[in-house]
């Protein structure tokens, strides 16, 4: 685990992070610009954002469209990769369809969708949707293609329902790819929302972001981005990591039983 | 109960030929014959796992409940032997009778993989009896076994067979002395594509020791 791949010990956050708020504090009060505020300006920002609602009026607006969004496309991505991975014929019909979504840049498909659809909600759920969908089916076909066939032999002789298979002989074996598909799919998810919120939204973290834009607000820019940065650990930590550790104990039994 | 006419089989080249037999209940059937020579894919075949083998070949299996011994314990990795049993269908009650069955009592709650290769077999041949069998294949259940432990479950699968009277074997192997103790019927395969060069019943005491000679004698020469 103390390998060159893994994680650095906790002090090291403790001791950088720190370390560049110093650095920022002290380049602030060395330039006295309103275009770097200090650290101090900042947590007073978000204090008064928070004091007000309107910090958790247009955080909770982004979560609620990340988590739309996000379930939607892994449920849908999931089942397209499925498909995908168990059939060639699917395959060979949707994977240029894949190559040419995964091409396309996030930017052109939510303006696409704002212009068809309107600047409506569906549209903007829609916009991150089609974005993330091809990352998650292209990961799920991965874990589907290499599916042991070894216990689908099993599975079929003891006659296991379709329902079965899929929660008790597959999601087992896919879960690895699941997790790749989450992790890869909320980094995605976030930062899509947030430029579907600045280009059509009226709520949100993105639209803050582009208010403060507007008058120039860097202090509120860095507030806004903080309070991002928080609740995005926080998810990592309070269920992605949890759900990660649950779901691979069965790999690591205690001692083989001799 | 169960007849097979298995028109031949490919892989590119014919691996089964034309394989004609019926099974009836009570039969304890050892499958002998060259390694490689396709005993795994005619079993494959009679479980219908074999997409080649089309489901007409093999009439009246759509009746039977099958238990099948893979060579591997194939036992889902991530459930415990309880809730591998469940999954089958047996209830809490009957998961326990059958781990106490096979000398794993107590041993519900554990993975598969914490299990030694005699147990997760022992564990997945409980798995067969969950589903109450009216056909049970075994691929080479004693393979890779240390003598005792491949004796103790020779003694098991025999107790079994004994206390189901009604229920029908087939058991690929390449030892002569497990058909004698398990068989009362004795296939043999061999020849390219593989055919059913025997289907003999073992009657009286004796005779298996001459087939077995006439199966040595073809080893032998090599055909």
Redesign the interface.
């Given at each position: 685990m103390k390998g060159r791949s893994g994680r650095p010990p906790l002090w090291s956050y403790w001791i950088v992070l720190p370390s560049f708020v110093v650095l920022w504090a002290l380049t602030a009060w060395l330039l006295q610009s309103p275009l770097l505020p200090t650290p101090l300006s900042v947590l007073d920002t978000l204090i008064r954002e928070s004091a007000s609602g309107e910090l958790w009026h247009h955080l909770g607006a982004t979560l609620a469209r990340v988590v739309v969004a996000f379930v939607l496309a892994m449920a849908i991505g999931t089942a397209i990769g499925i498909v995908m991975g168990r059939s060639q014929t699917t395959n060979a019909l949707f994977d240029p369809l894949l190559v040419l979504l995964l091409n396309l840049p996030a930017l052109v498909t939510i303006i696409l969708m704002y212009v068809w659809f309107g600047l409506v909600e569906v549209a903007a759920v829609m916009a991150v949707v089609i974005n993330k969908v091809p990352n998650v089916a292209v990961t799920v076909r991965e874990g589907a293609r290499s599916l042991d066939y070894r216990l689908e032999e099993m599975a079929t002789v003891y006659e296991f329902t379709r329902w079965q298979r899929l929660r008790q002989v597959w999601v087992p074996q896919l879960f690895p790819y699941l997790m790749a598909a989450t992790r890869g799919g909320l980094a995605l998810i976030w930062k899509i929302v947030l430029v579907v919120e600045l280009l059509g939204r009226s709520s949100g973290v993105g639209f803050q972001l582009h208010m403060a834009f507007q008058v120039f607000d860097v202090a509120a820019i860095l507030a806004y981005s903080l309070a991002f940065i928080a609740v995005v650990q926080l998810i990592e930590l309070a269920i992605l990591q949890p759900l990660e550790r649950r779901s691979s104990r069965w790999r690591q039994p205690e001692a083989a039983h001799a | 109960m169960l007849e097979l006419r298995i028109a031949g089989r490919d892989f590119g080249q014919p691996v089964l030929g034309e394989v004609f037999a019926t099974i009836e209940r009570g039969d304890r059937i050892c499958l002998l014959g060259p390694s490689g020579i396709g005993k795994t894919t005619l079993l494959?075949a009679i479980?219908?796992?074999d997409k080649s083998v089309p489901d007409e070949a093999v009439i009246g299996r759509g009746k039977l409940r099958?238990g099948?011994l893979?060579q591997?314990h194939?036992l889902?990795?991530?459930?415990s032997l309880d809730a591998n049993l469940r999954?089958?269908g047996a209830s809490d009650r009957e998961a326990e009778a059958l781990l106490e069955q096979v000398g794993l009592s107590g041993y519900g709650h554990?993975?598969p993989?914490?299990?030694?290769l005699g147990?997760a077999r022992r564990a997945a041949l409980a798995?067969c009896l969950a589903?109450k069998p009216d056909l049970l294949l075994l691929d080479e259940p004693f393979a890779s076994l240390d003598p005792v432990m491949a004796g103790e479950l020779k003694a098991l699968i025999a107790g079994i067979l004994d206390s189901h009277p009604d229920m029908a074997m087939i058991c690929v192997t390449h030892d002569g002395g497990d058909a004698e103790i398990l068989a009362n019927r004795l296939w043999y395969l061999d020849g390219k594509p593989a055919r059913l060069q025997w289907d003999d019943p073992i009657g009286e005491p004796g005779l298996i020791d001459g087939l077995l000679g006439r199966l040595r004698g073809l080893d032998l020469t090599g055909s």
């Amino acid at each position: 685990m103390k390998g060159r791949s893994g994680r650095p010990p906790l002090w090291s956050y403790w001791i950088v992070l720190p370390s560049f708020v110093v650095l920022w504090a002290l380049t602030a009060w060395l330039l006295q610009s309103p275009l770097l505020p200090t650290p101090l300006s900042v947590l007073d920002t978000l204090i008064r954002e928070s004091a007000s609602g309107e910090l958790w009026h247009h955080l909770g607006a982004t979560l609620a469209r990340v988590v739309v969004a996000f379930v939607l496309a892994m449920a849908i991505g999931t089942a397209i990769g499925i498909v995908m991975g168990r059939s060639q014929t699917t395959n060979a019909l949707f994977d240029p369809l894949l190559v040419l979504l995964l091409n396309l840049p996030a930017l052109v498909t939510i303006i696409l969708m704002y212009v068809w659809f309107g600047l409506v909600e569906v549209a903007a759920v829609m916009a991150v949707v089609i974005n993330k969908v091809p990352n998650v089916a292209v990961t799920v076909r991965e874990g589907a293609r290499s599916l042991d066939y070894r216990l689908e032999e099993m599975a079929t002789v003891y006659e296991f329902t379709r329902w079965q298979r899929l929660r008790q002989v597959w999601v087992p074996q896919l879960f690895p790819y699941l997790m790749a598909a989450t992790r890869g799919g909320l980094a995605l998810i976030w930062k899509i929302v947030l430029v579907v919120e600045l280009l059509g939204r009226s709520s949100g973290v993105g639209f803050q972001l582009h208010m403060a834009f507007q008058v120039f607000d860097v202090a509120a820019i860095l507030a806004y981005s903080l309070a991002f940065i928080a609740v995005v650990q926080l998810i990592e930590l309070a269920i992605l990591q949890p759900l990660e550790r649950r779901s691979s104990r069965w790999r690591q039994p205690e001692a083989a039983h001799a | 109960m169960l007849e097979l006419r298995i028109a031949g089989r490919d892989f590119g080249q014919p691996v089964l030929g034309e394989v004609f037999a019926t099974i009836e209940r009570g039969d304890r059937i050892c499958l002998l014959g060259p390694s490689g020579i396709g005993k795994t894919t005619l079993l494959n075949a009679i479980a219908g796992l074999d997409k080649s083998v089309p489901d007409e070949a093999v009439i009246g299996r759509g009746k039977l409940r099958v238990g099948y011994l893979f060579q591997e314990h194939r036992l889902l990795p991530w459930r415990s032997l309880d809730a591998n049993l469940r999954l089958v269908g047996a209830s809490d009650r009957e998961a326990e009778a059958l781990l106490e069955q096979v000398g794993l009592s107590g041993y519900g709650h554990y993975l598969p993989d914490q299990l030694s290769l005699g147990m997760a077999r022992r564990a997945a041949l409980a798995r067969c009896l969950a589903v109450k069998p009216d056909l049970l294949l075994l691929d080479e259940p004693f393979a890779s076994l240390d003598p005792v432990m491949a004796g103790e479950l020779k003694a098991l699968i025999a107790g079994i067979l004994d206390s189901h009277p009604d229920m029908a074997m087939i058991c690929v192997t390449h030892d002569g002395g497990d058909a004698e103790i398990l068989a009362n019927r004795l296939w043999y395969l061999d020849g390219k594509p593989a055919r059913l060069q025997w289907d003999d019943p073992i009657g009286e005491p004796g005779l298996i020791d001459g087939l077995l000679g006439r199966l040595r004698g073809l080893d032998l020469t090599g055909s």
